[in-house]
Structures are given as C-alpha cells and as structure tokens.
C-alpha cells in the first residue's frame, strides 16, 4: 500500500460529481470511463453522470463483455481496451509541417498549439505503473518526446485502486496493484465501495462511497473545494486488500529476464506462432507498448509537407524492414518472440524497467486468446525441463 | 526545438560515386548548424516531401557533411536526384563513435560494399595521424568493380596505407583481387595483439570477418562492427531498431565485437 500520511476523507456519489466538476472548473479535460459500443472506454466526461455506474465487465482469454451489476458502483471493471496513453501517446501526432518557398527553400514550423490539459480519472494502479514506464521510456533518456512529456507534465492524476479484478488481471502478481504501491505519484487517489446490502441508488443512502486522499499540492488543492467527510478508511483497505486475493491470472515473476534471455531457442515459440494472427491486437491494447513509425504527408501543390508520427506494432512485417535483407524478423515465430521477451526481458536492459504492468488487455483482446501468463508459465516449464536432462554418463 | 525537426542543410557538392549512388556533400542553410559529428556517427536525413532516413556521414570536414547515398527505398531516390544547391534536412549527431585507435596500434579497416562510407571519416583522420600509428590497412570488398567508392580518394589514401580491394565478380580487364574480403586478411600486415580493426558491410561479411581477426589473436573489444537497422527516430523512441537489449540507434551503430557477437548470435527470423 501506498504509505502517504495524508488524511484520509470521504465523498458520496455528488462529492465525485464536484470533483469532475471541480477539474472541469480548472480548465482540464476530464478522462474517464464511460460506457461506449460494449465497453467501458476512456473518453471526455462533460460531468460525472456519464461514468459507468453500475457496469461491470468479464473479460476472458479472447472475450470482453459489459454486464449489469446490483448496486451503482463506477468503478467496479479492470481494464478496457483503452489505455492512457491514448492520449499522453496520441495513436496520430503531426510532429511539424514544412512549407517549401519558390526558391526551393523549406521552413519547418513546429506545432506550437498548446497541449491538452487533461485530467485522468479513475487510473487504474496498473496504468498508472505503465504511465510511469512510459515515463522512462519517452522522457527519461537523452532526447525527451515533447508530444508525451507537455502532456503528460499538465495531467492531473485521480487514481481508482481496484477492488474488482477481472479473470486476467495480474497486477498482484507483478507488484503494480491492486493499491497503489510505495513511491506511486499522483494527485488525488479513491478507492470506490459499496455496500451491497443497501438498497441501490443515493436516495436510499446505499450509494458508492469514496475514500480518498491526495497525493500532491494540486490534490490537495481540489480536495479542499470538495464536500467530504473524516472516514478511517478501514472498509477501503479491506476491499482492495480482498481484491488481490481474486486475482484471475498469476505470473511467476521470478528472474523473468534471465528466463526470457534464455528462450530463444525455445521449442515453445513454434507452438505459439502456430496461433499468432501476427494482427497487432496486443501492442495496441498494452499501455506500455510505446512503437511508432512515422508518415510524410504532401497537399497537392507538392509545398507543404507535414511529418506524422504514429503506432507501429512489431507484428508488422515492415517494422523491421532493411534494405537489401527485407524484414530483420519475417516469422510469426520471431516477432511473437520479439514482442514478449522484450516485454518482460530486454525491456529492463533498455529502459530499466519491465515492461508488463500485469493488466491483462493483451489476454482479453487477442483473437485467439493468446494467454502469455500460459506462455510464460510454459517457457519456464521448458526450461527447466532443459536444465533437468541428466549430463551424459551420468548414473 | 522538437528533437524530431530537421536542420537546413544545402548540398554544396554531389559526386556519382556508381550507377546507384551519389554522395552528398552539405552544408548548413541556417543559422544553426548541427553539433560536430564524429566518424561513426549519423544523421537522420530527410528530403523534403518524402520522408527520412538515417545515413552514416561518410566525410566530416569542419562544417561540411558528406553523406553517401544509395538509391534503394524512396527516400534515399529522392536524396540521390538532389543537386547542387537543393535543400536537405538533417538531423544530428547520433549513435556511437569509431573510437579513435590507440597510438602505436596497426590500423585495419575492412569494409564491404557501401560500408566504406560510414568507415571513411576514420580512413582520413587515420591518415591525416599516419605517424602515430603503426601500420594502417584498408580492405574492401564489392560484388563488382563498378561497385567501388571514392575511386577519386584511392591515390591519396594509397600513397600513406596499403589499400587493397577485391570483388565477388571480376570483369575483363580487372587486376585486383577476387573473392572475399576476408581473403585479404593473409596479405595484410597487422601485428594482432596490437591491431585496432573497423569493419562494417553486410552482417554476414563482418562475422566472418571478426572471426577470422578472432582467429588470428585480436582481441575482441579491439574489433569494432557498425550495425544497421531499420529506424524512424534516432532518438530512441520509435522501437524499429531493437536488436535484444540494445536499441542500435542509441546504444550502436558502433559495437565492440565483445558486445556484438552476443546481439547477432541469436537468428532473428
């Protein structure tokens, strides 16, 4: 748990309408979860009521559905297709234009539009550790990506610690969630209960209860214009702390960078390249998967070119493309391989970090179901088989 | 500014290297240039309206960048149809250096194809030092002799190294060396134990090599290879240039062959 000495208070139901309320006041967009073609999405709220109250979800190893819950909970799903960075990573940036003069010479304009200001509500523990690997990944080295850092430096943060985990979510496992761990930063953070035995809805005081505490001076600062009560948060505790014991999934996160530095021979990979459409499902889900390529966009005077960047997945054929030799990795095999052991290997020599939060996007929205807590579990199986085999001569 | 926007350059020169390839000679359009470059070293240069690529700098001389250009995706087309005066965008520095061989080494430099040109800004500052070094051997390689590079630098560079070159397809009249590169090996007078080595060329090329010099007692931090991938940024951000643990256009193109032998042991296909 996240040890911050803050006070703890409480809002009912109108308390975290004020707070959108408050956000929007400020000059923030306010991102939240809302109810959108079948999922719970992350998109503007104009207020509070269009969070998903009382919806919840089920997600499986290639299935995600939206069902009706008993009480008004707002919070009560994991992960949906969405992820943050979404807009702290725009999936499409124009990262300038270039104007070409009659003498041929060419001015490059920067976007100089200021950035969005946003406020993230309802960031689940597990996102907001992949925020925090993003963080490294596109502002922590030499050269600092303007697009995601000027977002991301304005972003207000209102983490919702999870107390409903879905079948394949391993937050627990991977030490993201299902609170907030030590360190986390952010500025306000909630934990939503309900009390089931309650009639539903506010009128009957049997609405959702929300915890809270700030993790910052802004936080501070919104919380105080908030209608809230003392609470000891106790109730709060207990349900995140029951949370992750309902984990659906587990992943052994022992030394998984040495183990995936020594699968790459792996017989493992032929099965799962049997199964991988290649289609890119689970790089564009994953809040950390960070790729981009980048496209250059001409009008039709030929003058005015515009340099875009966007997602590029490692599934693509075109992603490793050299000249002369074609793609660098041409198999299923190799690019399945690819994505996973840099996930959870070489992500830490590069950017001194794993890449995997644990959220489990990648299982619910692959095609085919491709569970790579079932594929690592496998690899470590083989593995260890390997090391198992007897030298030779031995008795 | 945007780490992402390029700088003006103008191309000050443009010399027909082959059939396919041109190199570009720049020089800064505005008011402010890019950071010094150092031999090993690229820039992602871009031709307007078409997109970008990264190119080694095959001539770093004070202001003036050279880049050689071989016409094989659309970018680099349209890099090599510009002419004198034209505009190019560029971007840099980037990536790791041909670190600068020991006083008193025997220089060996082995290339293949068009991997003489990122090798050539340490050919000269090589030769422009010859006394502080022991001897200084350039070896390339090329499919055939139409393929050869700076053919107008051999006489200088010949007059102060011993240069020698092979091809994979002899024409008539050719007196050089045929076959590999690595055949040169045996003819070139290095003392291993003190040889600097630069190699770069095709992968296949390079390993071979490096394990022929490994062969031969060179030790194999002393064996430096340039790696390419594909890459969008430069900068670190885009992911196209994963090689295992490294990012090559961060952590490379120039790797210790200590280093590098482990990113290319694995076949990636």
Known sequence: MDTTTAPLVELDEQGLAALVEALRQRGYTVIGPTVRDGAIVLAELASAEELPYGWGMAAEAGTYRLHRRQDRAAFAHSAGPQSWKTFLHPPRARLWQAARAEDGTVTVREDDDPPPRYAFLGVRPCDLRAIAVQDRVLTGGAYADPVYGSRRAGAFVVVAECTEPSAVCFCASMGTGPGLPQGSSYDLALTETVEPWRSPGPEAGGGPRYTVRAGSPDGEDVLAALPTRPTDGEHARRAVAEAAGRMGRTMDPTDLRALMAGTMTAERWDQVANRCLTCGNCTMVCPTCFCTTTEETTDLTGDHAERWRRWDSCFDLDFSHVHGTGPVRSSARSRYRQWLTHKLGTWHDQFGSSGCVGCGRCIAWCPVGIDLTEEVAALRAEAAASEAVPPEGAP | ?269
Not at chain 2, 26 to 40: I, M, Q
Not at chain 2, 120 to 130: K, Q
Not at chain 2, 229 to 248: D, E, I, K, Y
């Open chain 2, 1 to 269: 500014m945007h780490p992402m926007t390029p700088a003006p350059y103008r191309v000050l020169a443009r010399h027909r290297e082959t059939a396919d390839t041109v190199t570009l000679d720049l020089v800064p359009a505005g008011a402010a240039p890019l950071r010094p470059f150092r031999p090993g070293q690229y820039a992602m240069l871009y031709a307007f309206g078409t997109g970008e690529i990264p190119l080694s700098t095959s001539r770093i001389d004070g202001a003036v960048l050279g880049h050689t250009v071989r016409a094989v995706g659309k970018v680099s087309e349209a890099l090599c149809r510009a002419e004198r005066g034209d505009w190019v965008g560029s971007r840099g520095p980037y990536g790791t250096v041909w670190q600068t061989p020991p006083a008193g080494s025997d220089v060996l430099i082995v290339s293949g194809g068009i991997g003489l040109a990122p090798l050539r800004p340490l050919i000269e500052e090589v030769l422009d030092r010859v006394g502080e070094f022991g001897t200084v051997s350039v070896l390339t390689g090329y499919r055939d002799p139409g393929d050869q590079l700076f053919l107008h630098d051999l006489p200088r560079w010949c007059s102060r190294a011993d240069v020698r070159t092979t091809v994979d397809r002899p024409e008539p009249g050719w007196r050089g060396a045929v076959g590999l590169v690595t055949g040169l090996l045996d003819r070139a007078d290095f003392r291993p134990e003190h040889c600097a080595a630069y190699l770069c060329g095709p992968e296949v090329m390079m390993r071979a090599t490096a394990r022929e010099l490994l062969r031969r007692g060179v030790a194999a931090e002393r064996i430096r290879v340039s790696l390419e991938r594909n890459m969008r940024c430069a900068t670190a951000w885009c992911g196209h240039c994963q090689l295992g643990p490294v990012l090559v256009c961060r952590d490379g193109p120039v790797f210790g062959w200590d280093h590098a032998e482990g990113l290319l042991s694995t076949p990636e296909r």
